[in-house]
């Protein structure tokens, strides 16, 4: 199995974070926590922090295996069925990345294109870069693309600095505490996916601090390119649109050759979620191969895919619905994120060798 360096981890860690925090989940944030949206990142972050350095104890208990490998060799029964409520929670991630990018592809820019087309391309992308050599060319994928994106951030922040207006940022001290609470309960379970970095070590241990600097980078990112569109759309506008970051990087013009600067942003989120699609591809497939060790994991790479392809039609309705569902699921979410890291912490303790 490769192993992940701490550059790819931290790099990993912030894609399951970033890359679809910046979809339709920032509209409903602002209709929540107004001008206040730094505030809903800095609670987010503290309270991820508290699962993370959960699993990393957890990990640090079982060094050289993944957390399904430990769930399986302290309980064989009760560690199979959490690790198959695991399986259903990284395939609930996959399904809805799936179809929230075949929406906002088919909303934004292929209007004439069926939202299964895109949704299969997708897939069959993430199946590509995990079936030949497992995470290996995803990790690596991920460095590229992931570094692009980042460095990115900045160059929308200077390209968009002139069109800035302090003013809708005002009245700065009038927080609304329920408001910028809503908002703390739709983002936190989408940044809350960055938990499944800790299944994926199984290589040394889970860090902490690797853990926190991914993090930490997403959590910049997403709060300088969220206040960015208040700065430039205004809280009511960005909280009326489905995709408010979408339509900021669209006001941005360099020149007039290069008038489309969404597009190229757009090329590298676009290959970034796929990467997350297939790192939670990957997830299904080593869990399933924990469950029945003698089941190769190559060989339910395409099974997987085709059940995450079928189930992002099955979860969702239409893209009203996935908005919606955001307001709900999060209580579901947070049993994933929270409730079972915790189980695992104060149940997993290594076995005492008998003296004698």
Known sequence: MTKLTRRQLVLIGALFSLTDATMSVQAQMAAFARQHLWLVYVIAFLALLVPLWMLSRVSARFPGRDLFQALVERSPFTGRVLIFLYILYFLWIAARDVR???DFFNIALLKRTPVGVIAAINILAAVSLVRPAGIGVLARSSEIYGTVLFLIIPLVFIALFKD????????LFEIDPVGVLHGVWVMTAYMGDIIGIAFLVSEGVFRFRDGVLALGLA???????????VLTLSVPVMSAMTFPLYEMVRQIRITDFLDRFELPVLAVWATAIICKIGYSLY?????????????PGQRMVFPAALLIFACSFWFFENAVDMINMNLTMPLAEYLFQFV???????????????RG
């Open 340 to 354: 079972l890291p915790a189980v695992l912490f104060l149940t997993l303790w290594p076995k005492r060798e008998s």
């Open 219 to 229: 959590t910049s990112g997403l709060l300088v390119i969220s206040m960015l569109s």
């Open 283 to 295: 997830l299904i497939c080593l869990g399933c191969k924990r469950l029945m060790p003698g089941l």
């Open 164 to 171: 800035m207006d302090v003013s809708y940022l005002m009245p």
């Open 100 to 102: 929230l990018t075949g």
